[in-house]
């Protein structure tokens, strides 16, 4: 009688057996996981038994990782762009074999491949992390993966997948995930106000714009899409904190408008911000100003 099993799996492997009539026989599985957990596989073992030619076989194994890798999702939460913010990974061989780290890799839309304790240095458009590794200092078997976030890297969602590759091929490749949200590097409100009584009488009132984090940045101008408001860059400290005057003219029609706001700087990040302006104007005649 022969018997094989069929998978298809490239995880698991097996070898054709032949046992004479009254003979017993093992027919021996092979597992070469890729990963950690509980693994569960049905085989159909395939035989030239007249009346039993094919069996189902169902295995299950709980496969133990060989590396501690803590933590394996970096969550970085809410923080400004450009913040000076890392995250410290620690990997230790569970097993009593040496660890020698060969690559770290940041996948795309983050860095490139990095050499021990030097930065990464990729094309990505624009970088999320950089990364750098190096031994522990308290545990000569341990390594220490650092992540920081790039002073580039605009506002939005964070994600990144963290390959570290060891030496050893038959140590599996350990993957670490980055996430989180990173808000505007620049503080300003979103929405201002503009109020006059009487139609023919003018208003103004300021927008700060402030640095959060990040490099420092200019106010390089500042434009209203109403011809009846002007906007008028002011510094309060450079390259920290500016005021934009803004002045409601008074030969705007009475009535409720509305306008954008758009100061460009010179940060790679926040190229431009965006302030809706709501303007209420008095109408003559009414007696006060119109809601």
């Known amino acids: 009688m022969l018997v094989s099993a069929a998978d298809g799996d490239p995880d698991w492997s097996t070898e054709p057996i032949t046992l004479a009539p009254g ?110 590794y190096a031994r522990d200092p308290d545990d000569a078997s341990a390594w220490l993966v650092t992540l920081c976030l790039r002073p580039e890297r605009g506002p939005g969602p964070l994600g990144a997948a963290v390959r570290v590759r060891a030496s050893n091929p038959e140590l599996p490749e350990v993957e670490i995930f980055v996430k989180g949200t990173l808000t505007g590097g620049l503080s300003y409100p979103e929405r201002v106000e503009l109020e006059s009584p009487f139609e023919g009488l003018g208003d103004e009132t300021t927008v700060p714009l402030r640095r959060l984090s990040g490099p420092p940045f200019h106010a390089v101008a500042a434009a209203v899409n109403d011809p009846h408001l002007r906007a008028e860059v002011q510094t309060v400290e ?23 706001l758009r100061v460009t700087t010179d940060r790679a990040d926040l190229p431009e911000v965006a302030v809706v302006v709501q303007v209420r104007m008095g109408r003559q005649g009414r007696g006060g100003r119109e809601r």
């Open 238 to 260: 450079e390259g920290e904190a500016y005021d934009i005057l803004l002045t409601l003219l008074p030969d705007m029609p009475g009535g409720v408008h509305s306008a954008l």
């Open 23 to 132: 003979d017993s026989g093992l027919a021996q599985i092979t597992v070469t996981p890729t990963g950690f957990g509980q693994w569960s596989r049905v085989f159909t073992l395939e035989t030239n038994a007249p009346r039993q030619s094919k069996l189902r076989l169902v295995l299950t194994a709980d496969i133990k990782p060989r590396l501690d890798v803590e933590p394996r999702v970096v969550d970085l939460g809410r923080l400004p762009a450009g913040s000076d913010t890392c995250a410290v990974v620690r990997l230790r061989p569970l097993r009593d074999e040496t660890l020698e780290i060969a690559e770290v890799a940041v996948d795309a839309g983050a860095a490139g491949r990095v050499e021990p304790g030097s930065a990464a240095g990729g094309r990505a458009e624009p970088p999320a992390l950089d990364a750098s």
